[in-house]
């Protein structure tokens, strides 16, 4: 039995794991590199196995960093089974159909082949089985499943693999991204108490968000404030599900009158699409969203309120006097409408520019966030004046308190912990933590490192 880290090792994004046991190949995920060039030439390097020899590729939620590869594996080969939620797989179909148009476009820009067309991942959504949470599965002779609550998004998932090979047996588990609850729409990450391997993220492995109480009165307060000066609030938001929490506080917001009245855009076609999945999927919600539903509350909708799904509707925004709120894609500022925000609105002091999600380093996104005088943003270089604000409280990762009290629940110490999916810095200091508090064994995997179990 034999683990082999080919994404996600000392870098938040790319998660890509390849599990082989006897005659079965099966991978935990296959996504994005996303962040500095260097980290995105790799999306276009060939994959470091054979895509034809994987059996089976479990994935644990849909952001692209970590399904924004399927399409690509399918291309070259791969035709095994794809598993995840319902959700999860909805999600996916919706995001995925947005970055093949997204990698096209690219791909004229560089007079070079596209990493995957509508075709790839036409083939790719026919090849998804779903399950839902907490049954066991034995999808063949050497490997047994179950998903778990993840909290992180809207179907994330927790992978617990039962491995058999021989007279030998082994467990792992995958938290994939762990969420940050109390969160306004979902429940806590499942408990496991028995693994004999954990493979659990990092990208806030190295601090703590600010306490979860505090977190809606800041947002509160930064938008009152921005409303005072007559100024603007430029929000980059993911389109899963930090833009339905956002959606979530600013109805509660708006219906008891806890701001004053502002005009609210969301200016993402993705979000508006993603936010009808979730209607959709709404038993997945924690069980105080689904009595405010019952009680007849859309939480996606209110007075003020304006999806601009078409771009002669984004173009109108700026015809729309401050103060007003713009939420728009991406959430790291790599592309989509926010960039035309930011250009027309970053050089000026009265505005605001509100991180509520991670920012990857070499992103623009984390540029701005760190305070950089001078940001190129569609071919122009613009002034970074207006305040700077990040709420990481909002953030839909576990912060370190919560990714050592997951690790504090096995009652037996696994006998290795892999610390993935964050930058190296907090992936460290998350591993001298585990080490120093728990005893237990931890290590931070390279890229292309393999193990053997």
């Known amino acids: 039995m034999k683990l082999h880290f080919y994404g996600g090792a000392k870098v938040v994004t790319g998660a890509n794991y390849l599990i082989e046991c006897g005659q079965t190949k099966l991978m935990v995920d296959c996504g994005l590199f996303q962040g500095a060039p260097e980290l995105q030439e790799l999306n276009y390097q060939p994959f470091p196995y054979d895509p034809k020899s994987v059996n089976f590729v479990l994935i644990t939620h849909s952001h692209l960093d970590h399904c924004g590869r399927l399409a690509q594996l399918v291309r070259h080969g791969f035709r095994g089974q794809i598993i995840c939620t319902p959700p999860t797989r909805d999600l996916m179909a ?48 050497n490997v047994t499943i179950q998903l778990n609550e993840a909290g992180h998004i809207l179907g994330s998932t927790i992978y617990e693999i039962w491995l058999t090979e021989n007279d030998k047996k082994l467990k792992l588990v995958f938290t994939g991204d762990l969420g940050n609850p109390p969160t306004p729409l979902l429940k806590p990450p499942a408990k496991i108490t028995e693994t004999d391997y954990l493979i659990i993220e990092s990208a806030y492995g190295d601090r703590n968000h600010e306490p979860k109480k505090l977190r809606k009165e800041i947002l509160r307060q ?36 806890l701001i004053p009245p502002v005009a609210i855009f969301i200016d993402s076609p993705l979000a508006i699409k993603i936010t009808a999945v979730y209607k959709k999927h709404q038993n997945y919600f924690n069980e105080k969203t689904r009595y405010i539903i019952a009680g007849g509350d859309d939480i996606f909708s209110f007075p003020g309120l304006k999806f601009t799904m078409t771009r002669d509707e984004s173009k109108q925004i700026i015809k729309t006097p401050a103060p007003k709120i713009i939420i728009a894609g991406s959430g790291m500022s790599t592309g989509g409408r926010i960039l035309y925000h930011e250009k027309e609105y970053l050089g000026d002091p009265n505005n605001c520019f509100l991180v509520i999600g991670f920012q990857v380093e070499g992103t623009l996104g984390r540029k701005i966030l760190d305070g950089t005088p001078l940001v190129e943003i569609l071919g122009t270089m613009v002034k970074n004046k207006a305040e700077i604000q990040a709420i990481g409280a909002y953030s839909a990762h576990a912060d370190q308190s919560q990714l050592l009290k997951f690790i504090n629940n096995f009652n037996n110490a696994p006998k290795n912990i892999f610390i993935v999916q964050g930058e190296q810095i907090a992936a460290e200091a998350l591993k001298n933590l585990v080490k120093q508090k728990s005893g237990f064994n931890a290590e931070v995997p390279a890229y292309e490192q393999e193990f053997e179990l």
Do not use: C, W
């Open 94 to 141: 919706v995001a995925l159909e947005d970055a093949v148009r997204l990698l096209e476009e690219e791909a004229r820009e560089k007079n070079m082949p596209p990493m995957y067309e509508e075709a790839d991942l036409q083939q790719m959504l026919k090849l998804i089985k779903v399950y839902e949470y907490e049954q066991k599965i034995k999808i063949n002779n």
């Open 222 to 257: 930064a938008i009152i404030k921005v409303i005072s000066r007559k100024g603007i609030l430029l929000m980059p938001s993911f389109a899963i599900e930090r833009t339905q929490e956002l959606l979530s506080e600013l109805n509660d917001f708006v219906e008891h009158k």
